[in-house]
């Protein structure tokens, strides 16, 4: 049987959650990167793709790749649409040398 496992690595420490689905994971990968960002409304969202926070990366905030209404996100069926979000997020981490969140897909064996 396939499961997902979520790797979390911030400051050193490591934990993981494992989920019997794809979506599962990758919602909480996101969530996980939306919390370590502190973006949890409106405000905190155009603050993080402002212009003069990150003006590198001239983010749009009405782009679909940049969703992080994780109520929105839960509502997409289709898993691949949230591997591009959830790739798109993770790119922003990057830089970010005290945190890291992957996602492998493994197989439980009896």
């Known amino acids: 049987m396939p499961i997902w496992v979520v790797m979390y690595r911030y400051d050193g420490d490591l934990s993981s959650s494992t989920h019997l689905t794809e979506k599962g994971a990758i919602l909480t990968a996101i969530g996980d990167i939306l919390e370590f960002f502190g973006i949890d409304d409106q405000?905190?969202?155009?603050?993080h793709f402002s212009s003069r926070r990150h003006p590198e990366r001239n983010l749009d905030p009405e782009?679909?790749?940049l969703q992080w209404d994780i109520?929105?996100?839960?509502?997409?069926?289709d898993a691949n649409t949230l591997w591009g979000v959830y790739g798109e997020w993770v790119e922003r981490t990057?830089?970010?040398h005290d945190y890291d969140v992957e996602i492998e897909k493994t197989m439980v064996r009896g």
Not at 43 to 47: G, H, V
Not at 71 to 77: D, N, Q
């Open 43 to 47: 405000e905190t969202a155009d603050y």
């Open 63 to 65: 782009s679909d790749t």
């Open 71 to 77: 109520e929105k996100l839960r509502a997409i069926k």
């Open 94 to 96: 990057w830089d970010c």
